[in-house]
């Protein structure tokens, strides 16, 4: 079974300061990973995903398979980066997420 | 609004009764799929429908059931209503549903009370 694990519900940093939300993910084959975020009064959203090794935002997330992590950092947080984070994980079909319990950021000035 | 649209916004019922959520998915998206977030369960894939036909399974209760119609839109029909169905229902669509990862767009969800 697949199953994806943030250990921190609530995670309040000041602005400026370095971020790393935790993620760590169990499942049996080759995963697929994501972070989504959603931002007060606005839908849930793709950040990125683990296979585009892109950085969004200023967010990075790399995927570390002998720890079976995913976590999603950033240098220097911003007020506007306070939301909701949610680690997510695909089946080889690609069409279930499953979702870790996500994690509250909070960026205080 | 192109995006995904979910009706209603809120919905408050009864134990033992039976309700209605819809959801539109965004222009040429062909698959739609339902999520439940409940305080303690969290966010959780319930199905998933392709083009009018279900394509993948979860966590679904058998008081629930969803059917995608031939203009795409979906409807999750919840029976039998509990105290914890109580939660926010979340429906998401992506263009296909193939064996890669197909970007899901979400709704704004709907809020389900149970009293």
């Known amino acids: 079974a697949q199953r994806v694990t943030q250990p921190e519900k609530l995670l309040s940093v000041f602005k400026g300061a370095p971020v790393e939300l935790k993620c760590n993910y169990s499942?049996?084959?080759?995963?697929?990973l994501f972070w989504y975020v959603q931002y007060s009064r606005q839908r849930l959203q793709l950040l990125l995903r683990h296979i585009s090794r892109e950085s969004i935002k200023g967010f990075t997330a790399d995927l570390n398979k002998g720890e079976t992590s995913f976590h999603l950092k950033k240098p220097f947080a911003q007020e506007e980066d306070s939301a909701m984070y949610y680690c997510?994980?695909?089946?080889?079909?690609?069409?279930?997420?499953?979702f870790g319990g996500g994690t509250r950021l909070m960026v205080k000035p | 609004d192109s995006g995904v649209t979910q009706t209603p916004k809120h919905l408050i019922t009864a134990t033992g009764q039976r309700v209605t959520l819809r959801c539109s998915p965004r222009s040429g998206d062909l698959s739609v799929y339902w999520y439940q977030q409940s305080l303690d369960q969290g966010l959780q894939f319930l199905i998933q429908?392709?083009?009018?036909?279900?394509?993948a399974k979860g966590n679904i209760l058998e008081r629930f059931s969803a059917q995608q119609f031939p203009d795409l839109h979906s409807e999750l029909n919840l029976s039998s209503l509990e105290l914890g169905d109580s939660a926010l229902y979340f429906c998401?669509?992506?263009?296909?549903?193939?064996?890669?990862?197909?970007?899901?767009?979400f709704g704004p969800g709907t809020r389900l009370t149970v009293l």
């Open positions: 499942y049996s084959g080759s995963p697929e």
């Open positions: 429908y392709y083009n009018g036909e279900e394509r």
């Open positions: 997510a994980l695909t089946n080889n079909a690609g069409n279930m997420l499953t």
């Open positions: 998401a669509s992506s263009v296909a549903a193939a064996s890669s990862y197909n970007e899901q767009f």
